[in-house]
């Protein structure tokens, strides 16, 4: 499973975009990237995942760039309930889909 | 929106004792998981199941962890004789086919006294 870096906490003021960028040098051709939302005793929630260039749904964004060392996630206009760990985790789609987290990116929205 | 659920929300349990934890997997899923989250460290994976079998485990499933789908619709994780640092939130997961993510549930908060 290709390791993955990200900041360890960023911080925002409501309204404003905020972009996760995560850096995965090692991804393997059959990687994709998931990234997942966890609230203090809540479980991980799915956010995004993609493959390569651009995944838009109702929440994020997922920007991959070419050589797909990198991955930026991309939270529109955020509110104060986006507080959270956001987590970014590479794995290969034909394992038995073990996810190794890290620490993730403790995100604060502030009014 | 389908949902995984667990319960009970939090268990509170002697050393030394057995528990399980019980999930429901969404519907038609095929693959399902068991983390456990230790309070203020990162989630950790404990074991995988597909085809009524497990197909994969860290070091931390022991001889004391094992799980089971009795039916069609529950997934369970037995610790049969606990221990103080068992004590964490646990979570199960369940996925669809390859390549599409795993959804978690909200987990169970287990203390070992």
């Known amino acids: 499973l290709a390791k993955t870096t990200q900041p360890i906490s960023m911080d925002s003021y409501e309204g404003q975009e905020v972009n996760i960028t995560c850096s995965h040098n090692?991804?393997?051709?059959?990687?994709?990237i998931t990234w997942y939302q966890q609230f203090p005793s809540q479980g991980p929630r799915f956010i995004i995942q993609?493959?390569?260039t651009k995944v838009t749904n109702e929440v994020a964004s997922l920007f991959i760039p070419a050589d797909r060392k990198s991955s930026t996630l991309s939270l529109p206009r955020v509110s104060l309930s986006d507080t959270a760990v956001y987590y970014c985790l590479v794995g290969d789609g034909d394992s038995w889909g073990k996810l190794q987290f890290g620490a993730g990116t403790q995100v604060v929205v502030t009014p | 929106e389908p949902e995984v659920t667990q319960t009970p929300s939090h268990q509170v349990t002697q050393m030394g004792q057995e528990v399980i934890l019980r999930c429901v997997p969404i519907s038609n899923h095929l693959y399902f998981y068991w983390y456990r989250q230790i309070l203020g460290q990162k989630v950790e994976f404990l074991v995988s199941f597909y085809n009524n079998e497990i197909s994969e485990k860290s070091e931390i499933f022991d001889d004391q962890f094992s799980v089971e789908r009795p039916d069609g619709s529950n997934f369970t994780l037995k610790i049969r004789s606990t221990k103080l640092e068992d004590s964490a939130m646990y979570f199960c997961?369940?996925?669809?086919?390859?390549?599409?993510?795993?959804?978690f549930g909200d987990g169970t908060r287990l203390s070992i006294l």
């Open positions: 997961a369940s996925r669809g086919q390859f390549n599409q993510p795993q959804h």
């Open positions: 090692n991804i393997a051709t059959n990687d994709y």
């Open positions: 993609g493959y390569k």
